[in-house]
Structure formats: C-alpha cells, structure tokens
C-alpha cells in the first residue's frame, strides 16, 4: 500500500540530513542584481575553462548581499558579494562583529543610469536641475522656501522642454539603481540652489530629506525591479520616460533612447570618461579567510580582472559594462594580486 | 378539441422566462470572455516561443593544422583562435580591427568549446579541413528569425549592414542553416541566449518536487487520517482545524522566511539546495494535501466502517484496510494539485538561494539548484533581446508540466473514483 512504502521513503529523505554539506566546493557569490549580469558571464566562463565547479550567483541586491557576507565566516557563508555602491562603514563593522575582518574591495568598472524614453518621440535634453524640479516630492519656492512640487508637465519645469505630461517610471528603494539615481541626479540637481547646498552644512538631515525623496503623486511611477519591463512600457507609452542601467538602453536602442543629461548623451564613450554625470561604480568584495580555502578563489579572480574579461574590448563590454581606464584598472588589478585589506 | 390545457403566458411568466435566458447568455459570454484570455495568453507566449525550436548555425571549413596542436595536451589548443582564423579565411576583405570584432562576434562565444569537443571526440581530424557546424551569436539568431527590421536606421539596429552584408553572402552559399536546438534541452543556463538552456531548471523543479512530495504526502496524509478517523470532536480538533485552514492561505513568502531561519539558519543545510526547497515547498503543500485528504475521507461513506467495525475490525485495520484506499484516489488529486501549485512557485525560493544563476545540472539534492518559474523569472530580466524568446519556450515548458499533472489527477479520479 502506498502509505506503507512512503514512510521508509520519507525515513530516507529526513536521514539525509546528516550528509554533509558541499560547503567550500564551489565559489558562492550573491548581490546586486546591476552586477548579476556581469558576474553570471564571468563565473559561467570560468566554469567553462577550469576543472572547477561553476560558481553559484544569486541576484539578491547590494543591500541584501552585504547582509548575507556578513552574516558569518564559515565556508557555507557567501564568499563572494556583489554591489553597485560602494560598502558603507556601518556594512564594515557589522562584518567584523561576525569575525569576517579581511575583506578584498574590487571595482569592476561603471554603469550608467540613464532616462529615456520611446523613440517615436523627440529626444530630451535636460539638467540635473531640472530632473529634480520634475521628480522631487518637495520643490523650491522662492526665499528658501519650499512648497509640494506643483510641476504637470515638463515645460513648467523648464520653458525649454516640451509641453508633455510628466511621467517617469523608475526603480522601487530597495534597487542600487535606484539609489544612484537618487544620490547623483536628484541630489546633483538639487545642491545647484545655492540655499539648499548652505542647508547641508546647517541641517543635513533636512537637506537629505529634500534632495532624496521622490514624487509620490503619480508623475513619479515605481515600476519595478524589472528593467525589461519598464522598456516595453515606454514603446507603449511615447509620452514616458524610464530611468534604468545603461545596458538596457544598449539593448534596445531600435525601440528607447537615452535624454541628454546636462548636454551629454548616454553612451558606452562619455559614460566611460566620466562626462556624463549619472554613472556609478561597481564593486564585488571578497572574504579574504576564504581565498585558498573554497576552490577556485584566486583563479577567479585572475578571470574577472584579466583584460579580456574587463578590458576596454573584454566580454564584459559586449554585456554593457564601461570599463575603467587603463591606470585605473592596473591599480585595482595589483590590489587584487596583493590582496589587499579594504581601506575606508 | 379544445384549448384548456394551453398555457398562455402572463406578461409575468415571459419576464422570468426572458430574465432566465439573459442569465444564461451572462453565463456563456463570462465563458467565452475566460476562453478568449486563455486563447490570448498561450497564442502570445506561443507566438513568442516557438521559434526557440530553431537555432541559426554558420557553417564553415577549419583547417586543423597539425602544429596547432599538442597531442599531450588537446584541451590547451587556442579553438578559438582556429575559429577566428576560419572567419577571416571566409570573408579576407575585412581588415580593420573593430570589424574584426564583429565578424567573431557572427558565432557565439562558445564556438572555440564546440570545435573543442568535436576535436577531442575525434583526434584523427587533426590535420585535416573539416566542416563544422557553429552556433550562431544571438543578436545574429535573432536577425534570421526575422525578429530584427532591416529597415530600421542602422544606428537602431544591434545588427550592422556589414554583418547583414556578411550573412548574406553565407546564405547564398548555404552556410547558414537552422537546425533543431538540442542546446535549449540539454544544457543548463547560460549568460549567452543562444546557449541558455532549461536542464538545470527542469532538474531542479524535479528534486524539489521529490522532496516536497516525500516530505507533505505521508504527513499530509496521516495528519489529516488522524484528525478525521481518530481524533476526538472537540474544541481542540476545531482550534486545530481553522489553523490548518489559515495556514493554506498565509502567503508563500512567509514559508520562504521560516525556511531561511530554521533550515539554514538553525540546521545548517545548504542554501540553494533542492532539498531546502523542497523542505519550504513541503510546508506550503501539507494544508493543501490535509484538507483534500480530509474531504474524500469524509466522502467515504459510514457504512464501510461499520460494516468493518462490525466484524471486528479494529479501528486501525477499519481505517487502512477499508476506509484510506477508497479515499486513496482523491488524497492523490489533492496532492497533485498542491504539488502542481509547488511547481510555479517562486516567492519563497528567493529567501533561501534558489533564484540563482545556475550552470551545472544539479546531481544531487544537496547540490545548488534552482527551479523552472526562477529560471523563467531570471531571463525575463535579462537585457538581451534573445531572452524574450527563451522566456517563453521556458514558460511553454511549464504549463506543459502543469498541464500533464492536472491531466494525471483528472486521470487518477476517474479511473479509481467509486461513486456510493
């Protein structure tokens, strides 16, 4: 009878919980989901052209993958993190209280974050300044003070912009995109009111408080973690913008094109050189106890930082990663080889 | 003759009898209404997925010069490089070095693998020109399928004139072929479209699966034995009850939470892993399979345990000589349903690691895993475009599962179902 063969079966299943686990056999990597793509490419090469297993990648965000590296020091704890910000000295000292003390800090590269929109409709071009006076729950009005931000469509912003309504769509708070853009084109914007750049040395939580938090009466539209998602609704929608990685934008180029953010456009050069103003860097850290330990550490990080991975021609590129300049990556690249304790 | 018995309709009458049919046509438009969703969803994703069927391969002639190799050491040999050299000796006219890169980018970036492998499968060809079949890079895939429009500006396209100049000319030589893609079923994900593949997924989803079946059929199943044969009616059994009614509601996130914080963080199993997930899925699925087991032992009609009873039976052999195989059938519809609700689930596989980019097809239930709606989940946010197409063959994958399985519990119903 049924129940009488299942219950051995289920004997069977509960005893193996006494087999060990494979804990050190592969790299375990989580993290930003910004750098999943480009950590995925480098883990699945590197699984392809050693003996050593493919390492596991979990797209877990920034936050959240810090949160898991610092959780512990056992082999069974993620070795690898990755994170589209850079660590935060809190995130720094949570670690050492769980005995993860050494930790190996490298950047990959940049993403830039763009706003775009469909390409039956004329490009943009706008200022940080106006970015903010568009998104901001809170805007100036004059006299240092500020009122719920009155602006419906983008020539009210800015006389020079078109009479269209003001509908962005963008990434929920819990997204490193998200954040970026918050810290580089809302605060960019924001701190060019010389009343609100004295504010920060006065009061720098108010300051915060108006530079970083968004619309939330519908011109501002949380859409998701999902950058794929927010592109097909702007070929729905003609009159929307979407703010998402630059990736995307290269992808889909026939169908969505990126606004000119202070006169200079989106794309792989001036990202790269750093003249267009919202682009961040992107970052993995490694626990340095584990590096010998876990099979495969050291070789993989030879791969991520070799010049046909991360180069100005490397795989990396052709998934949408800017790369650092030459100087820049030989640095990082000795950091690397000397395993060098991060340094805030 | 006459017309006595002829009704003739009050104006009253023919109102209910006009009401009667107008509820009747609600009825059907709601069915047509849920049809036509239905006809839209599957036409769509169908439409989309189909074409995963095929993948564009470029043939070409590579000459495997014996000096290019070392016998000792096969594996070492630069295949990509040998690719890349094939490449150029096609199309000699292309010099500069930026063209150069888009010329290897017509294959896909694991063509040096797949000349790897037909070489160590076959040492002899050393030495010799062979045709090889290569699979082509997605962006060129895509272009032959006819998902990219040449006549858009050649600044919107990912795919440039020359490229299309180039696959051109190896169409009118017939080097380009669609061939059926194996790759799509045999192989695990991949950061490259043209080489993603839902092994892993599949392989995943079934130890899981295993798991969870092995875990909440036999509780399930005793469980809700206990409560309906055994258990005395009283305000106990009731308390009981309406928590295992709640607990099929509660969201299957908050199963994902317990999981991180009892099997991972307490217990130490492995993150990832088929078996936590399963564990996870097991504890969503044990309400679903106690209330289902419950009803059809409820079904069982009193006379078989009195009959049993009565001859002197105890309650022990009433129950699982008489009563349990009878309610067998509808005990194993229920598990199915709940198991077929386990396989689409993806929320708390989040919390413990199984939404993960996973290459190697797990071999065992301890090993990282992840599952079919995590892979479909994974590509449907990937950037490149090649996705779009996977996404759906993967979701075309699942509700065949699904399908199949709500097919075996109709099945199983019908064939050991006894009506009293």
Redesign the interface.
């Known amino acids: 009878m049924m129940i009488k063969t299942t219950l051995p079966l289920a004997a069977i299943s509960l005893a193996l919980f006494a087999v060990p686990t494979y804990a050190g056999e592969r790299i375990q990597i989580v993290g930003s989901s910004t750098v999943f793509p480009f950590a995925t490419t480098v883990a699945e090469r590197f699984g392809k052209t050693t003996d050593f297993k493919t390492p596991v990648v979990e797209s877990t965000g920034s936050g959240g993958g810090l949160k898991l590296f610092c959780a512990g020091a056992s082999l069974d704890t993620p070795n690898i993190t990755n994170a589209s910000r850079r660590i935060k000295l809190s995130e720094v000292k949570k670690c050492a209280s769980n005995n993860v003390k050494e930790i190996l800090e490298v950047k990959i590269g940049y993403d830039g974050i763009v706003l775009a929109n469909s390409k039956k409709s004329p490009a943009m071009s706008v200022s940080l300044k106006d970015v903010f006076l568009a998104l901001a729950k809170n805007v100036p009005a004059g006299d240092g003070k500020t009122q719920p931000n009155p602006y419906k469509t983008w020539n009210q912003v800015n006389p020079a912009l078109p009479a269209t309504k003001i509908e962005v769509m963008g990434p929920p708070p819990t997204s490193g995109t998200r954040d970026a853009f918050v810290e580089l084109a809302m605060e960019g914007g924001c701190k060019k009111f010389p009343w609100i750049k004295a504010l920060k040395k006065q009061d720098k939580k108010a300051y915060k408080v108006l530079c970083h938090t968004m619309r939330e009466d519908g011109a501002f539209i949380e859409a998701g973690e999902n950058d794929n998602l927010i592109v097909r609704k702007l070929e729905a929608n003609k009159n929307a913008f979407g703010i998402f990685g630059f990736s995307f934008l290269d992808q889909n180029a026939d169908a969505v094109q990126g606004s000119l953010i202070d006169g200079v456009a989106p794309s792989f050069e001036k990202i790269s050189s750093g003249d267009y103003p919202v682009s961040r860097a992107l970052y993995f850290y490694v626990k340095k106890a584990h590096v010998g330990k876990v099979a495969g550490i050291s070789e993989f990080l030879a791969e991520f930082t070799s010049e046909k991975a991360w180069g100005d021609e490397g795989y990396l590129t052709d998934k949408g990663l800017i790369p650092m300049s030459v100087a820049e990556r030989k640095s990082w690249k000795s950091k690397v080889e000397n395993l060098q304790n991060l340094s805030m | 003759m006459t017309d006595d018995f002829t009704i003739i309709p009050t104006p009253h009458t023919r109102r209910r009898h006009k009401s009667e049919l107008r509820f009747q046509w609600y009825g059907k438009a709601a069915i047509i209404a849920a049809l036509g969703f239905l006809v839209l969803m599957i036409g769509s994703i169908g439409y989309k997925g189909v074409g995963v069927i095929y993948q564009t391969k470029i043939e070409l002639d590579i000459q495997l010069n014996a000096d290019a190799f070392d016998p000792a050491q096969l594996r070492k040999a630069d295949f990509s490089g040998l690719v890349k050299t094939a490449l150029r000796a096609r199309f000699p006219d292309v010099k500069n070095r930026r063209q150069k890169?888009r010329l290897y980018?017509l294959v896909s970036?694991?063509a040096g693998?797949e000349l790897r492998k037909m070489v160590e499968g076959n040492p002899n060809l050393i030495g010799s020109t062979i045709k090889i079949q290569l699979t082509a890079s997605d962006d060129i895939d895509t272009f032959i399928k006819g998902k990219?429009?040449k006549n858009?500006p050649e600044?919107?396209?990912?795919v440039k004139d020359v490229e299309i100049n180039w696959i051109e000319k190896l169409q009118a030589d017939n080097s380009v072929v669609q061939v059926f893609n194996t790759a799509f079923f045999t192989s695990g994900d991949?950061?490259?479209p043209e080489l993603a593949g839902i092994l892993s997924a599949l392989v995943g989803s079934f130890f899981t699966l295993l798991?969870c079946f092995?875990?909440s059929?036999?509780?399930g199943?005793?469980a809700a034995i206990y409560l309906e044969e055994f258990a005395p009616k009283n305000r106990w059994s009731d308390l009981i009850e309406i928590n295992i009614n709640n607990l099929a509601a509660v969201p299957s996130i908050v199963f994902g939470l317990l999981g991180l914080t009892i099997f991972l963080n307490t217990?130490?199993?492995?993150?990832?892993s088929p078996?936590v997930g399963g564990m996870v899925l097991a504890l969503m699925t044990i309400p679903t399979i106690i209330i289902a087991s419950r009803a059809s032992l409820r079904a069982v009609p009193p006379s078989i345990r009195e009959a049993a009873l009565s001859i002197g039976a105890t309650r022990v052999q009433t129950t699982?000589h008489h009563v349990?195989?009878l309610a067998?059938p509808g005990m194993l519809t229920g598990s199915i349903v709940g198991m077929a609700q386990a396989l689409g689930e993806t929320a708390p596989l989040i919390m413990i690691?199984m939404?993960?980019?996973?290459?190697?097809v797990p071999a065992s239930?301890?090993?990282?895993a992840t599952a079919l709606p995590v892979q479909i989940f994974?590509w449907?946010?990937?950037?490149?475009?090649a996705f779009v197409e996977r996404t759906s063959a993967a979701i075309i994958v699942l509700l065949g599962f699904l399908v199949v399985m709500n097919l075996g519990a109709i099945l199983l119903r019908k064939k050991f179902e006894q009506r009293f």
């Open positions: 890169r980018g970036s694991d693998f990219i429009d858009l600044s919107d396209r990912r991949s950061r490259e798991v092995l875990l059929f036999p509780i199943v005793l217990f130490g199993l492995p993150r990832s078996l699982f349990a195989p067998l690691g939404v993960a980019f996973i290459v190697d239930i301890l090993e990282p994974l449907a946010d990937s950037p490149e475009r």
